[in-house]
């Protein structure tokens, strides 16, 4: 196993700049998910880091060798593509042992290391079989176990599950925790998907436009986004987004949007102190949005406002309501058993203090209803109702919220 270190890295594709000034540093033993928008660099990462394109500046270490120059086969890392890469004239077994093959290692060691992996994976009855004879699960394995068997430094995965259907890609995020878990190996793991990226992730990187925004665990990266884009991008439903301006009334700021106007959180006014601009785009999301009568306590009554409901989408174990708000839409989650009227007026409940303001120019985060060192309490707070329906997730104070 093996650290990862970007320096300043640079790629640039002629005038086209893929990555920008990137430095962030994987740890030994981690799994490392690189998240984003196609475009936005992230495969061009990691094909740097495993040598399969130049960088154009900075530098790349694997443990502490600058592999600048060193060949792909030379840098001690194995990769699992896409499109999986087997070889279809070869048995499941070739495929798994082509590299140590390649590397001169024992024919001996050879099928101890590969029966071993593929009882591990499940493949042990697939190992005289064609790519052709395995379904796309199988052949995912397959790739998984030609990587494995290596024993790498490093392993590099470019969205390996994105040709599987939901059962399976489920089944695969399973496997590949497992697998960390019984052989961690340092893993950069890169997906668009933020499903993945939120269950596999020991830390995950946001990238955008080849800019590093963000690296975090899963759980500071949606309860405390950096930036507007990190805030937008992380979250199923994503983040509500409502452009306010910062009244300050004697002791109370205001957060004023249209005719709505919301009390600031104490910890919101402590940490605007210094930001001058008189706007800003408040952050929401769905889960912090409820029906008004669903909560037995509310921190703040003034956050009770009226609506008119839109779009309800039922998925079963909850249920998403688009409300218009003063002619915003702003998304919330109620109880999945109730049933809720299009077009009907209702008042909504907006629970600040798991909400953000952000720069509206640069987009950067400069406020929280809730410090961001008070996230344990709140996680805690999290795990105490998550098995309780919507009207359980309340609070009878700000204070008893941190």
């Known amino acids: 196993?093996?650290?990862?270190?970007?320096?300043?890295?640079?790629?640039?594709?002629?005038?086209?700049?893929?990555?920008?000034d990137l430095t962030m540093e994987i740890k030994d033993g981690e799994f490392f998910v690189l998240l984003g928008p196609s475009g936005c660099g992230k495969t061009t990462t990691l094909r740097m880091i495993a040598g399969l394109e130049d960088i154009s500046e900075g530098n790349i270490y694997i443990g502490e060798r600058l592999v600048n120059d060193v060949h792909p086969k030379d840098r001690d890392i194995a990769m699992v593509f896409q499109n999986y890469a087997l070889y279809p004239h070869m048995s499941v077994f070739d495929n798994i042992a082509f590299g140590l093959k390649l590397r001169g290692?024992?024919?001996?060691?050879?099928?101890?290391?590969?029966?071993?992996?593929?009882?591990?994976?499940?493949?042990?009855?697939?190992?005289g079989r064609r790519p052709r004879e395995l379904?796309?699960?199988?052949?995912?394995?397959?790739?998984?176990?030609?990587?494995?068997?290596?024993?790498?430094q490093v392993f590099l995965m470019d969205e390996p599950l994105s040709n599987l259907d939901a059962k399976l890609r489920t089944q695969a995020?399973?496997?590949?925790?497992?697998?960390?878990?019984?052989?961690?190996?340092?893993?950069?793991?890169?997906?668009?998907?933020?499903?993945?990226?939120m269950t596999l992730?020991?830390?995950?990187?946001v990238m955008h436009d080849g800019v590093l925004q963000q690296v975090d665990t899963p759980q500071m990266l949606y309860f405390y986004p950096a930036n507007h884009f990190?805030?937008?991008?992380?979250?199923?439903?994503?983040?509500?987004f409502l452009e306010v301006d910062i009244v300050v009334e004697g002791q109370q700021t205001y957060l004023q949007h249209k005719s709505v106007r919301l009390p600031a959180t104490e910890d919101m006014v402590d940490l605007l102190r210094g930001y001058n601009?008189?706007?800003?785009?408040?952050?929401?999301?769905?889960?912090?949005?409820?029906?008004?009568?669903?909560?037995?306590?509310?921190?703040?009554?003034?956050w009770v406002v009226p609506c008119t409901s839109d779009v309800v989408e039922k998925l079963g174990t909850e249920t998403y309501v688009h409300f218009s708000l003063d002619g915003s839409k702003v998304v919330g989650r109620v109880s999945p058993v109730r049933n809720v009227i299009m077009d009907s007026d209702y008042k909504i409940y907006l629970d600040l203090t798991g909400a953000h303001l952000f720069d509206p120019d640069v987009g950067t985060r400069v406020a929280s209803g809730t410090r961001p060192e008070r996230i344990e309490s709140r996680l805690r707070k999290r795990e105490e109702y998550a098995d309780l329906p919507a009207t359980g997730?309340?609070?009878?104070?700000e204070e008893d919220h941190r």
């Open 201 to 205: 992730g020991d830390r995950v990187a």
């Open 393 to 397: 997730e309340t609070e009878s104070s």
């Open 105 to 127: 290692v024992p024919k001996g060691d050879i099928e101890k290391r590969v029966a071993e992996v593929a009882e591990w994976l499940g493949l042990k009855d697939f190992l």
């Open 1 to 20: 196993m093996a650290r990862v270190y970007l320096e300043n890295v640079w790629k640039r594709f002629g005038k086209v700049v893929a990555v920008k």
């Open 277 to 302: 601009k008189g706007k800003a785009v408040l952050g929401i999301r769905p889960q912090d949005v409820h029906l008004a009568d669903e909560v037995s306590h509310v921190v703040n009554p003034s």
């Open 173 to 197: 995020r399973g496997e590949l925790l497992r697998l960390h878990k019984s052989f961690p190996v340092t893993t950069v793991y890169v997906t668009h998907d933020q499903v993945e990226a």
């Open 135 to 152: 379904s796309g699960g199988q052949r995912q394995r397959v790739a998984l176990a030609r990587a494995l068997v290596r024993r790498p």
């Open 230 to 240: 990190v805030a937008g991008f992380v979250g199923t439903p994503p983040m509500n």
